[in-house]
């Protein structure tokens, strides 16, 4: 009984961290304007984590037009996409033909849909403190990897 009541706690707490902590558009990420004509995105996620919904709450701040698909299990969507799961995160978003997945700063997302290299998606593996939508302090660069056929290199760090 403790432990459920500990992990309640942890979890409102986390949710009500992350709120605060996304709620500018800001802060040490910048503005970023998203100049894409695909503004739609769709994100795979667990109905249950506010992390996830925070980063939507981004995107939406972005101009994004975003549609929720929550989901029990996310290895489908993982397989589809082929992630290695030394680079999956808690949830994947889909804008185009490519796949964001986990908490990518939005600078990172600017430049996959500006540049449009050659690449299935992008990936921030984990779930980083001071990424968008988690809560914590941002402690060194943020590494985003590109993904091609499984094969991952570093796409910019941030």
């Known amino acids: 009984m403790r432990l459920l009541l500990f992990l309640l706690i942890t979890t409102i707490v986390a949710v009500a961290g992350c709120a605060s902590k996304t709620a500018t558009d800001g802060g040490e990420f910048g503005e970023i304007e998203f100049k894409s004509a695909e503004n739609k995105a769709t994100i795979f996620?667990?109905?249950?984590?506010?992390?996830?919904?925070?980063?939507?709450?981004?995107?939406?701040?972005?101009g994004f037009e975003v549609e929720?698909?929550?989901?029990?299990?996310?290895?489908?969507?993982?397989?589809r996409y082929d992630i290695p799961r030394t680079m999956e995160s808690c949830h994947t978003t889909v804008v185009g033909d490519y796949f964001i997945e986990g908490h990518v700063p939005f600078e990172a997302v600017s430049k996959l849909l500006q540049e449009m290299p050659a690449v299935d998606g992008i990936a921030l593996p984990g779930m980083p403190e001071g990424s968008p939508g988690m809560v914590g302090k941002k402690r060194g660069a943020f590494i985003v990897?590109?993904?091609?056929n499984g094969k991952h290199s570093e796409f910019i760090r941030i």
Do not use: F, H, P, Q
């Open 45 to 62: 996620k667990s109905a249950s984590c506010g992390c996830c919904t925070n980063y939507v709450a981004g995107l939406e701040r972005k």
């Open 68 to 79: 929720t698909r929550n989901m029990n299990d996310l290895s489908s969507i993982k397989a």
């Open 145 to 148: 990897y590109s993904l091609s």
